[in-house]
């Protein structure tokens, strides 16, 4: 039992660094999960395809507007997406109008 306990500690450290790590440069983390966030963006798919001329249509703003900031910052930072520049994903903000700030890009 005594092993048990001193591992405990050692979960939440982990835990804490994670969060901090995954909020860095964010008001508020994101509540979504890494899935359904990027189902959340499906409508953005076209213009965020790899040397895509198209612009985000409504839908895609009204996604990234309603996803927010913390969640696009977390996708932007998360494992590759086939199909998705990131750069592309990264103006969505601006090419939307929506008011965020700069994500921090991790590497």
């Known amino acids: ?5 001193s591992k405990v500690p050692w979960f939440f450290l982990v835990l804490c660094c994670v969060t901090i790590l995954g909020a860095k440069g964010q008001s508020t983390p994101c509540t979504s999960t890494f899935f359904s966030a990027l189902v959340q963006l ?3 798919r ?4 790899p040397f895509s001329p198209i ?4 839908d895609c ?10 969640c696009l910052c977390f996708l932007v930072n998360g494992p590759p997406i086939s199909g998705v ?3 592309m994903a990264l103006q969505l903000p601006e090419k939307c109008a929506a008011n965020f700030e700069p994500c921090d890009i991790m590497k």
């Open 61 to 70: 703003c009204n996604a990234v507007m309603a996803l927010g900031q913390p």
């Open 85 to 87: 520049d990131r750069n």
């Open 46 to 49: 076209t213009a965020v395809a």
């Open 1 to 5: 039992m005594k092993l048990f306990e």
């Open 42 to 44: 499906l409508p953005c």
């Open 55 to 58: 612009p985000p249509s409504d």
